[in-house]
């Protein structure tokens, strides 16, 4: 039984449900239409950042100034602020551009390979990515497979076993009797690890076939330490939230790790699919499991904890589009906090982490970074203030909202052509809805993050 009739069943399924092959990859060709999407992203943000600076889009902000004065300690700083962040996307937007994926690695001579793949209750999709990652290009003799069981309750176990027996010289399974939690399964598949490179990938997710070639490909740098892969909606056909989480991973990636990883700062290589040097990981991976926040054990944000380990040790951190993951995202809403709470915990946390070593960085990454995380962080005290201002000014002037909602529209909208020029489909409005989605469902989560960010529970283990 070999792997490949699996693997195109497999990207048979992902064909329906994303539209697009798995084996698609979307380079930039620089033709015409590239450029005409480049000027109009560039003309709209240049726009954007004149409107903001004369307050076309902030008037009610300005008129709670000049209406009542107790209020300019609040606006002026948040006008400030706005106008700096129009500024910086703007830069962002001009280090995109020079953005280009590493070449990946010569199949003939790509370094020893070890992929981990930490499962937990997931049931038959781990045969799915097990078989996935056996049908990459990649040197057989050259790749091993790690499959790690966290103590799972249900059948993970049979469908990991059933993929071992079938290729016991390229994949190894390793079973706890209890669940210790996925820094401990990516900690024993990285101890038993014989590559040079090892690629992480969720059990929830199934690859590229070029995805191994072209996570290794950028190893050739000795500066490299971790790399980011693209990850995208497995599950986007399964309802309007992961619909709007396939466009919001993709910018998430075609944007902003294409930017970081420009200055090779790439603040998170996402457990979906990263890859490190073995070497370097064990060089820190006793701190990385023990690792504690205000005296609480940290148990998740595992993947943006060891990329700020290999950035304190001097490596640089990239991002690799033409790498790709598709992965099962939350379908309903109370699982999509649930992620949102890991992540903005884990968030809050890494930041601090991050902080404490970006000093180590070169002085530009250095000085990008840290105001990138300034005007980033800055964002949440600004929205909370900005939305009880605008509570009180729309009691007084019900318009003020509409006014509000049309902002969020046009944001989202200017946001939305990184989409439409990344991946050229039409579903790039979707992140329009989920801007309002948002802002109507989700402001809450990142205060309660904060207030719980000693929290251990995964809240789905």
């Given at each position: 039984m070999a792997p490949e009739p699996i693997l195109k069943s497999i990207t048979t399924e992902a064909t329906q449900l994303s539209g697009e092959p798995l084996e698609a990859f979307h380079v930039r060709p620089q033709d015409f239409l590239d450029w005409l999407f480049g000027i109009l992203i560039l003309s709209s943000l240049v726009f954007l950042v004149y409107t903001s600076i004369t307050g076309g889009l902030f008037n009610p902000l300005i008129e709670a100034i000049q209406t009542d004065s107790r209020m300019a300690f609040i606006v002026r700083p948040t006008l400030l602020w706005a106008s700096m962040g129009s500024l910086f996307v703007v830069f962002r937007t001009i280090l995109w551009f020079h953005y280009r994926p590493f070449p990946p690695a010569v199949f003939n001579d790509a370094p020893p390979l070890t992929v981990i793949i930490p499962a937990y209750n997931e049931g038959p999709m781990v045969e799915k990515a097990i078989h996935s990652v056996l049908a990459a290009d990649y040197p057989r003799d050259r790749l091993e497979v790690l499959v790690v069981d966290d103590g799972s309750r249900d059948d993970t176990w049979y469908y990991i076993k059933r993929v071992a027996k079938l290729y016991p010289q390229q994949v190894t399974a390793v079973r706890f009797p209890a669940n210790k939690g996925k820094r401990e399964a990516l900690s024993e598949g990285f101890n038993r690890a014989r590559g040079e490179v090892v690629v992480t990938v969720d059990s929830d997710s199934v690859i590229t076939k070029g995805t191994l070639l072209a996570m290794t490909g950028p190893f050739r740098d000795p500066a490299v330490g971790a790399v980011a892969g693209k990850v995208k909606a497995y599950n986007l056909r399964e309802g309007i939230i992961p619909r709007m989480?396939?466009?919001?991973?993709?910018?998430?990636?075609?944007?902003?790790r294409a930017v970081q990883s420009t200055y090779r700062t790439v603040y998170c290589c996402p457990g979906a699919l990263a890859a490190y040097r073995v070497g370097a990981v064990r060089r820190v991976l006793e701190q990385w499991r023990a690792q504690t926040f205000m005296g609480a054990p940290c148990t998740y944000g595992e993947?943006?904890?060891?990329?700020?380990?290999?950035?304190?040790?001097?490596?640089?951190?990239?991002?690799?589009?033409?790498?790709?993951?598709?992965?099962?995202?939350?379908?309903?809403?109370?699982?999509?906090?649930?992620?949102?709470?890991?992540?903005?915990?884990s968030h809050i946390r890494e930041t601090f982490h991050f902080i404490r070593i970006v000093w180590k960085r070169p002085f530009w990454p250095c000085l990008v970074s840290l105001f990138d995380t300034f005007i980033t962080n800055l964002r949440y005290p600004v929205t909370w203030f900005v939305l009880g201002l605008l509570v009180y000014r729309s009691l007084q002037n019900p318009g003020t909202m509409l006014r509000v909602f049309l902002a969020i529209?046009?944001?989202?909208?200017?946001?939305?052509?990184?989409y439409l020029y990344s991946e050229r489909r039409g579903d790039f409005w979707y992140n329009v809805v989920y801007a309002y989605f948002a802002f109507l469902t989700l402001f809450w989560v990142f205060p309660y993050a904060l207030l719980t960010v000693r929290s251990k529970s995964w809240m789905t283990r």
């Amino acid at each position: 039984m070999a792997p490949e009739p699996i693997l195109k069943s497999i990207t048979t399924e992902a064909t329906q449900l994303s539209g697009e092959p798995l084996e698609a990859f979307h380079v930039r060709p620089q033709d015409f239409l590239d450029w005409l999407f480049g000027i109009l992203i560039l003309s709209s943000l240049v726009f954007l950042v004149y409107t903001s600076i004369t307050g076309g889009l902030f008037n009610p902000l300005i008129e709670a100034i000049q209406t009542d004065s107790r209020m300019a300690f609040i606006v002026r700083p948040t006008l400030l602020w706005a106008s700096m962040g129009s500024l910086f996307v703007v830069f962002r937007t001009i280090l995109w551009f020079h953005y280009r994926p590493f070449p990946p690695a010569v199949f003939n001579d790509a370094p020893p390979l070890t992929v981990i793949i930490p499962a937990y209750n997931e049931g038959p999709m781990v045969e799915k990515a097990i078989h996935s990652v056996l049908a990459a290009d990649y040197p057989r003799d050259r790749l091993e497979v790690l499959v790690v069981d966290d103590g799972s309750r249900d059948d993970t176990w049979y469908y990991i076993k059933r993929v071992a027996k079938l290729y016991p010289q390229q994949v190894t399974a390793v079973r706890f009797p209890a669940n210790k939690g996925k820094r401990e399964a990516l900690s024993e598949g990285f101890n038993r690890a014989r590559g040079e490179v090892v690629v992480t990938v969720d059990s929830d997710s199934v690859i590229t076939k070029g995805t191994l070639l072209a996570m290794t490909g950028p190893f050739r740098d000795p500066a490299v330490g971790a790399v980011a892969g693209k990850v995208k909606a497995y599950n986007l056909r399964e309802g309007i939230i992961p619909r709007m989480l396939h466009v919001r991973y993709v910018l998430s990636f075609d944007f902003l790790r294409a930017v970081q990883s420009t200055y090779r700062t790439v603040y998170c290589c996402p457990g979906a699919l990263a890859a490190y040097r073995v070497g370097a990981v064990r060089r820190v991976l006793e701190q990385w499991r023990a690792q504690t926040f205000m005296g609480a054990p940290c148990t998740y944000g595992e993947d943006r904890a060891l990329t700020n380990y290999m950035l304190s040790l001097g490596y640089d951190s990239v991002y690799q589009g033409s790498a790709e993951v598709h992965t099962v995202v939350p379908q309903s809403y109370k699982k999509l906090t649930r992620m949102y709470l890991r992540w903005d915990r884990s968030h809050i946390r890494e930041t601090f982490h991050f902080i404490r070593i970006v000093w180590k960085r070169p002085f530009w990454p250095c000085l990008v970074s840290l105001f990138d995380t300034f005007i980033t962080n800055l964002r949440y005290p600004v929205t909370w203030f900005v939305l009880g201002l605008l509570v009180y000014r729309s009691l007084q002037n019900p318009g003020t909202m509409l006014r509000v909602f049309l902002a969020i529209g046009i944001f989202s909208l200017l946001n939305s052509l990184y989409y439409l020029y990344s991946e050229r489909r039409g579903d790039f409005w979707y992140n329009v809805v989920y801007a309002y989605f948002a802002f109507l469902t989700l402001f809450w989560v990142f205060p309660y993050a904060l207030l719980t960010v000693r929290s251990k529970s995964w809240m789905t283990r």
